[in-house]
């Protein structure tokens, strides 16, 4: 390999660890605003967390958790927050 295909590598591992942490953060903030009582925000976290690291977040079993408990709080869920329950595979 040269040394430009090496960087080009490298420079996506990079990218890839830093979506990593990026998505932790957000997954973070969902639990934090949800003990705050902010349903609405920690949605909105669950939805940055999936556009920035798709499979992770898929794959976390936090997120699962906390889909369930945003489902319980709603009287009426909103389509979104179906439609992204089936993603997640928590419903």
Do not use: K
Not at 31 to 47: I, K, M, T, Y
Not at 49 to 65: L, N
Not at 68 to 82: D, M, Q, W
Request: proline share 3%; charged share 25%.
């Amino acid at each position: 390999m040269s040394s430009r295909q090496n960087e080009q590598i490298g420079r996506r591992i990079a990218a890839a660890r830093s979506a990593r942490r990026m998505s932790q953060s957000e997954l973070a903030n969902t639990a934090h605003v949800s003990w705050l009582g902010q349903r609405d925000e920690a949605f909105r976290c669950l939805q940055t967390a999936r556009h920035i690291a798709p499979q992770q977040t898929r794959e976390h079993p936090y997120v699962r958790e906390a889909l369930i408990t945003l489902l319980r709080l709603h009287l009426s869920p909103s389509e979104a927050l179906i439609s992204y329950s089936e993603w997640a595979r928590a419903v």
